[in-house]
């Protein structure tokens, strides 16, 4: 059964790669680039989270330096979106669900792999957190959006979330088989990201105090 996880793991993760340079290409269509600067966005998005945590982890070279065939998917994806993002209607809608996809999967393979390199529990969310949402926000710093992660919609939460949950049934008592953690993690940080989408759903933002004047910063 392990060996059976591991390969369809193996497909998410190109899919979710993919799915993420997706993303990359869809921001790069809406800021009208030529195709290296899609292939660009596409690699950033779908390789800056993973990047950010095997840094963090101490694990060189990082994961898509030994896998160059990573490297082609996301070039492929990012001339893909360039002569056929026009067909989305909706691209921004697009890349919410694109990107809400994701950040479920990439949160709770991001904490295995913090586990299994002996980060404990909190650093392991936390880490699954960063793999999930970093290659979102350097792609929109690279191309002069609001990150995601800083909009009133739950994004970096729901990664959390999921991560949380499948550290918690893998190390709890009693703890649940690998492939059902693994499950329950990713339809959970889903689930919360496109019940946000969806409804609109936030934390409640700072709201001044009366009486104060808080100059608009610029």
Known sequence: MGAAL???LGWLDLGGIAVFAASGALVASRKRLDPVGFVLVAAITGFGGG????????RTPVFW?????????????????????????SRFRALLWADAAGLALYAVVGAEIA???????????????????FGGILRDVVCQELPLILRREIYATA???????F??????????PREAAFAAGIALGFAIRGAAIRHGWSLPPYRARAGRDYPDAR
């Open 115 to 133: 586990l299994a390199a002996g980060a404990d529990p909190w650093a392991a969310v936390l880490l699954g957190t960063v793999t999930a949402t």
């Open 51 to 58: 990047t950010v945590r095997d840094l963090l982890l101490g």
């Open 6 to 8: 591991d390969r369809l």
């Open 159 to 165: 990664a959390a979330a999921g991560a949380a949950g």
């Open 167 to 176: 550290v918690a049934l893998r190390l709890g008592l009693p703890a649940l």
């Open 65 to 89: 330096l030994a896998a160059p065939e990573l490297v082609g998917l996301c070039a492929a994806v990012g001339l893909a979106g360039y002569f056929a993002a026009h067909l989305i209607e």
